[in-house]
Nanobody
């Protein structure tokens, strides 16, 4: 059973940067694909970024391409989301998710992820 704990969310002004972290425990982190998703009030959850277990393949949502970067440190059991040039539309709860090797589908596909964190709030003010 994998436990995921996100951190780093806070209030930031538009144009600013944040780095979210997701610490994993209870499993062999290095074998899991990892993803970041977000959900804004009144909106559906959307894929932000995903990364395969080796860190050699990444995927980004169209709205964050060129601004966000996902990375992982398997030695620290942690995945990161570097967010630059933040916009008010980036506001939401950001969730970290882990995908077991047996799960299939694109990195952006929420159903391939079988472990989820509790989320961290990111608020971007105009």
């Amino acid at each position: 059973q994998v436990q995921l704990v996100e951190s780093g969310g806070r209030l930031v002004q538009a144009g600013g940067s944040l780095r979210l972290s997701c610490a994993a425990s209870g499993g062999t982190f290095s074998i899991y694909a990892m993803g970041w998703f977000r959900q804004a009030p009144g909106k559906e959850r959307e894929s932000v970024a995903g990364i395969n277990w080796r860190g050699t393949n990444t995927n980004y949502g169209d709205s964050v391409k060129g601004r966000f970067t996902i990375s992982r440190d398997n030695a620290k059991n942690t995945v990161y989301l570097q967010m630059n040039s933040l916009k008010p539309d980036d506001t939401g709860v950001y969730y970290c998710a882990a995908s077991s090797p047996s799960m299939g589908g694109p990195l952006s596909y929420s159903d391939r992820y079988d472990y989820w964190g509790q989320g961290t709030q990111v608020t971007v003010s105009p």
